[in-house]
């Protein structure tokens, strides 16, 4: 719970926030967007992975690969159980209390907002956004919490609801849903109270197993140190629904820099170089105007 002295300095670095985007920054955007300029640090459906290659999985014109995604998720009965969890418990009938259905469509929402105005792809923003909860149990946090305690005195293992969100995508229904999308959906409990985030090098369905046994085996070191493999990933699920939220991602610069312009907002700071070695660091701050319980 934060302090007088926490909440009053938020309170000041929310006010310093500017309340539009400046007119000379978006028609800055507006001309790289004429002109076609692609954010190189942006996921491509070409760069999907799956652990299965199969036909009926492959990109099209109307149906992208990370659409598909979002469409196997949708589709789950999992995400039809959204409706019956809440964000909090509560002893008394509230038709007003935030259900985790609405949590991952809002989630989803704010975080395509960012994806767009950086030019990132929001499909697979998308996806990670409805499914990161699906493994969520009911009674929020707590139950979550209560879970872990009784498997892990009966089997010495961890039970974390981002993982088990992963098996349902990934075991329990099988639906052979993008590595992309389940490390954005493994990776959102990683970043819990953090304000550094740095990309990890995964690439392969053999590291993500690891990944993944690594945080039932060993619990909260694992999961404190999860990093995803994309900007999507850190976009969709840093946090972004809370009132102020501030990012900084560092990653180094593997290709040629796009025009600084199609990733600067308001309230960021984004520096960029020609040379490989250096760092790209994004600050973004983030108010909502209604609080998301996460």
Not at 180 to 204: I, P
Request: proline share 3%.
């Amino acid at each position: 719970m934060a302090t007088n002295q926490e909440t009053a300095v938020i309170k000041a670095r929310m006010d310093r926030i500017p309340a539009a985007l400046s007119p000379e920054l978006v028609e800055r955007i507006a001309a790289d967007r004429a002109s076609g300029v692609v954010n190189p640090y942006r996921c491509g459906d070409d760069q999907v992975i799956r652990r299965i290659d199969r036909a009926a999985d492959k990109g099209t014109l109307m149906r992208p690969a990370f659409m598909r995604d979002t469409e196997k998720i949708l589709h789950l009965p999992a995400y039809t159980r959204y409706a019956g969890k809440t964000q909090v418990f509560s002893f008394r009938s509230n038709d007003d209390l935030s259900r985790r259905g609405l949590h991952v469509q809002l989630v989803s929402r704010i975080a395509r907002d960012i994806g767009r105005a950086l030019g990132l792809n929001c499909d697979l923003i998308e996806a990670i956004g409805l499914g990161h909860d699906l493994g969520h149990t009911p009674f929020g946090h707590a139950g979550e919490r209560f879970l872990n305690d009784i498997y892990h005195e009966r089997t010495g293992r961890y039970f974390f609801h981002n993982v088990q969100s992963v098996r349902v995508l990934d075991a329990l229904y099988g639906r052979n849903v993008s590595l992309q999308t389940l490390d954005g959906v493994l990776c959102h409990n990683g970043e819990y109270e953090q304000r550094v985030f740095e990309l990890s090098d995964m690439a392969s369905f053999d590291q993500f197993d690891r990944t993944v046994e690594d945080c039932i085996a060993t619990g909260y070191g694992a999961i404190e140190h999860l990093r995803p493999m994309t900007l999507e990933a850190v976009w969709c699920v840093s946090r972004i629904s809370s009132p102020t939220s501030v990012v900084i991602v560092r990653t180094p610069l593997r290709r040629a820099c796009c025009r600084p312009t199609l990733l600067t907002m308001v309230g960021a700071g984004l520096t960029t170089a020609g040379s490989s070695r250096t760092l790209l660091s994004i600050s973004l701050s983030i108010a909502t105007a209604n609080r998301v319980s996460r």
